[in-house]
């Protein structure tokens, strides 16, 4: 089987297609804002085209955008990061696969959560790696633990998210700091995603760079940001890495684009950002009431902008239900198995990214339909 063989396909992105036949489809399937970002973003692009910005930037990025995330990492975390460590990327998707690329060989193993997004693994498929998919559940609040790790052989890298998608769960100061110092004994690269940092409602998100120089992190501004079309991300990498990614960088996209970190410049308006964090908490706190009368849900989400259901009492094909809810009462969800085949089949995914007006009109759709 060739690698390429094995990358699945991005379910989600079938049912955003198989969506458009219906006009009055309810949207609960795809993982990306609807609001808007600050208007200072638009200023800048707009600023950015009038003095024709349009060259390459350095292949690490504009200085100027990666001192404003190191800034916003002493604001946001108290924590201290060279701007030299900061690397901009094509969103965090093209931060993945520069990270992948540079810690592990082909052959060499990749531990993952399951559920999990489905990209890492297809990410690592494409780079010749092998992806360890390790069952979490509702036992340890869907945290990978050390304990789980100490199961499995030969690992030269763990990825977690945090919050996490599929579901909504955010890793607690003692889990994440022990998995870190578990990863450094037995000298794993340790690498966390942070993309949902900023949405997060009852407790406060712990950066992996509080624990550790030797921690790998991954954010973007597609999520909290709600800057999902810049395609724009930024890796965080130990001082000794940055050369490598560096010279990967230089030949796989030369830069990040252009425009984009300009745009980028302005997006840490933090007045903004509070307003987009409290908009999402409403919206969990409405659909959270909501469905946990219609299916049962392991964890009430603390973060990101999704809720894990689970659908026993009316199916055990996840996929086969999500079809049905779209074509009996065009209500679009996203079936579990795009996240894994740890008990998936069992689970679909709520995204609260509408306004409540179209979410409260899909949970009516779906109690008429299954009560």
Known sequence: ?????????????DI????????????????????????????????AIKEKKLHYT?????????????????????????????????????????????????GEKLALTDPGYPCYK????????????????KSTDYQLTSEHLKAYTDIKAVQISSPSNPTGNIYSEEVLKELIQYCEEKDIYFISDEIYHGLVYDKREH???????????VNGFSKYFCLPGLRLGWVILPKDLVRKAEIVMQNVFISAP???????????????????????????DFLYSQLKDIFDIDVKPEGAFYIWANIEKYSNDSYRFSKELLEKIHVAVTPGIDFGKNNTHKYIRFA????????????????EYLL
Do not use: W
Not at 21 to 44: M, N, Q, R
Not at 207 to 217: N, P, Q, R
């Open 122 to 137: 297809n990410f690592s498929y494409l780079l010749d790696e092998v992806p360890i998919l390790i069952p979490v559940d």
């Open 258 to 284: 252009t425009l984009s970190q300009y745009g980028a410049l302005e997006a840490f308006d933090y007045e903004h950002l509070n307003n987009v964090t409290h908009t999402f908490k409403k919206r969990r």
């Open 1 to 13: 089987m060739g690698r390429i063989d094995k990358v699945s396909p991005f379910i989600v992105m």
């Open 207 to 217: 950066t992996a760079l509080e624990f550790s120089d030797k921690a790998i992190v």
């Open 16 to 47: 955003v297609k198989e969506s458009q036949k219906y006009k009055d489809t309810i949207h609960f399937e795809i993982g990306e804002p609807d609001l808007d970002a600050s208007e200072k973003v638009y200023h800048a692009l707009d600023k």
């Open 58 to 106: 350095e292949s690490l990025g504009l200085l100027e955008l990666r001192e404003k995330i190191a800034e916003f990492y002493a604001k946001k975390y108290r924590v201290d990061v060279s701007p030299d460590r900061i690397l901009i990327t094509c969103g965090t998707s093209g931060g993945f696969l520069i990270v992948y690329s540079i810690l592990l060989n082909a």
């Open 352 to 367: 609260y990214t509408r306004e409540i007006s179209h979410l409260e009109e899909g949970v009516k759709r779906l109690k």
